[in-house]
């Protein structure tokens, strides 16, 4: 790098130690509606997608740059599932692939459906919370890391 080219600014970032959850999903339920279930019952503030293989029945995407859903129906392999997850908005995208191996992807909607399984492994971050705020930008509610709020330790019991 030349001498006097000034480095670009790397964002600030909070580090956190990560506990994680194995889960499988079972044929007939919703991929994102039990994630997000799944979220609210642990009540996760911030989380991610560590691993998710699968497939499904049907896969209902938004696809980039457009306003609704498009749905496919037949058999899909889930090749990747990335993303946040927290109680304050989730952010996941979805590729799948077909018998032909024509993958696709998007944002994850309800209506993705578990064919034989979905196997899970997601990761929870202690030390952070994730919130979506409004970003001037092009006004979507967009990804702020914050601290986690101190947790009030346990009073150790007093010796007799």
Do not use: W
């Amino acid at each position: 790098m030349p001498a006097n080219k000034p480095a670009v600014p790397v964002p600030a970032a909070l580090p956190s130690v990560m506990r994680t959850y194995a889960l499988r999903l079972t044929p007939g339920q919703d991929l994102r509606q039990q994630l997000n279930a799944f979220v609210e019952q642990q009540q996760i503030k911030a989380g991610a997608i560590v691993t998710c293989v699968g497939s499904l029945t049907q896969t209902t995407l938004r696809l980039a740059n457009q306003e609704g859903p498009s749905v496919y129906r037949g058999h899909f392999e889930i090749v990747s599932l990335v993303g946040t997850l927290s109680t304050s908005g989730s952010h996941l995208h979805l590729a799948v692939s077909d018998s032909t191996g024509r993958t696709l992807g998007g944002h994850l909607l309800d209506g993705n459906l578990v064919y034989t399984t979905a196997e899970l492994v997601l990761g929870v971050l202690e030390d952070v919370e994730f919130r979506r705020e409004p970003d001037p930008t092009f006004g979507y509610r967009e990804l702020t890391v914050y601290p986690a709020p101190k947790k009030p330790r346990k009073p150790r019991p007093t010796p007799r």
